[in-house]
Nanobody
């Protein structure tokens, strides 16, 4: 059984910062890519940023220069540092990871954490 547990969401004023964390636990053999997605009301879920096991990163154009993704492989944890937040960043943020267990690779999702940016 594998779980992804997110933390760090909340309410912040425009221009502020938040740091999201997502910790994977369970019978994990290895973790490949980890990433953050977000979904605003009425919109489809979209990729915010992802990071490979070798720490190569990829960002959505809308967050480049403001958000930074990182991971701690020893802790099976991925982080998203969000700076210069804008009201349009308001969404539920979901952690995602490609995790190998005894049963092979699978895609796992966290429960989501709300980020609200007020203007």
């Amino acid at each position: 059984q594998v779980q992804l547990v997110e933390s760090g969401g909340g309410l912040v004023q425009a221009g502020g910062s938040l740091r999201l964390s997502c910790a994977a636990s369970g019978s994990i053999l290895s973790i490949k890519a980890m990433g953050w997605y977000r979904q605003a009301p009425g919109n489809q879920r979209e990729l915010v940023a992802d990071i490979t096991s070798g720490s190569s990163t990829n960002y959505a154009d809308s967050v480049k220069g403001r958000f930074t993704i990182s991971r701690d492989n020893a802790k099976n944890t991925v982080y998203l540092q969000m700076n210069s937040l804008k009201p349009e960043d308001t969404a539920v943020y979901y952690c995602n990871a490609e995790i190998y267990t005894d049963y092979g690779p699978n895609d796992y999702w966290g429960q989501g954490t709300q980020v609200t940016v007020s203007s």
